[in-house]
């Protein structure tokens, strides 16, 4: 049980890290998967699952954020300005949760993977803005090779997509990068190192606030937790080191296909 969650927790971190999506999209289906086959995790019902996720990503994302700080690519003020819409959309995610029933939560849960990966799918062919807009929040950064990029967003449309994000996050317990990446990149014009790791700066902070709700609630297993911390927080540094390194292509094919074959799994058990 030790090995299996330290390793569930590190691919969670490498994962989450590198793409952006904090890596609740990896646990909260294998807590799941191993309280139906396992006596072990018998105890793991849906809510427990989305809250101990929720402390897990918390690790996550501090590890992966202060990795970041090296490569000076979170936006600290665009971060900010969305977690204002994340951070309650947390709250109200976490209460949501928690009124779910099982068949409930795993088909709607489903529903909601198999539409994380249409996204992923859909992202690469959509047309990304090219002109900064006038009325906006704008933003520059120099990247590595001293170009210097362009970005800009409506603060209210910002704080709409990321109240959103922030919902789905406390209700299933996943980061929301997998949402709010795509939404930097494409709509916002965020390049897309800049967008990774400034979404894993919005998720650190909005997990706090989805920690504490579901802590308040007793949605947290504190020895599954305990066991998928280290490995979470190692996986997620060496996401951020490849995530500098690496293009994130086949990493994104690979999760494509996994969330596929996940979403369908779980339509099936919430529907039979």
């Known amino acids: 049980m030790i090995f299996l969650l330290l390793m569930v927790g590190f691919l969670a971190g490498v994962v989450g890290s590198l793409v952006g999506l904090g890596g609740g999209i990896i646990i909260v289906p294998c807590l799941l998967f191993l309280g139906s086959i396992s006596t072990t995790f018998h105890s793991i019902t849906p809510q427990l699952a989305v809250g101990t996720s929720l402390v897990v990503i918390f690790f996550t994302g501090l590890s992966s954020t202060i ?85 800009s967003f ?26 709010m ?37 007793g949605n947290v297993h504190w020895l599954f937790a305990a066991l998928l911390i280290p490995g979470a927080w190692i996986g997620a540094k060496i996401g951020a080191w490849l995530n500098q390194r690496l293009t994130s292509k086949m990493v994104i094919v690979g999760l494509r296909i996994m969330l596929l074959i996940v979403g369908v799994r779980l339509l099936i058990e919430g529907l039979f």
């Open 154 to 179: 409506s603060p209210v449309v910002g704080l709409l997509i990321s109240f959103f994000v922030g919902f789905t996050s406390g209700l299933f317990g996943v980061g929301g990068g997998a949402l």
């Open 67 to 151: 990795s970041y700080l090296k490569y000076k690519t979170v936006d600290y003020k665009s971060g900010l300005l969305l977690f204002l819409g994340s951070g309650p959309g947390t709250v109200i995610g976490a209460w949501v949760n928690n009124y779910l029933h099982a068949d409930s939560f795993l088909f709607f849960y489903g529903l909601f993977i198999l539409f994380i990966s249409f996204i992923l799918f859909w992202k690469d062919t959509m047309k990304r803005p090219t002109t900064v807009k006038e009325k906006s929040w704008r933003r520059s950064y120099e990247d590595q090779n001293g170009t210097m990029h362009h970005y």
């Open 181 to 217: 990446v795509p939404a930097m990149i494409m709509l916002f014009m965020f390049p897309p190192h800049v967008a990774v790791a400034t979404s894993m700066f919005i998720i650190t902070l909005s997990s706090i606030m989805g920690s504490f709700t579901h802590i308040s609630l």
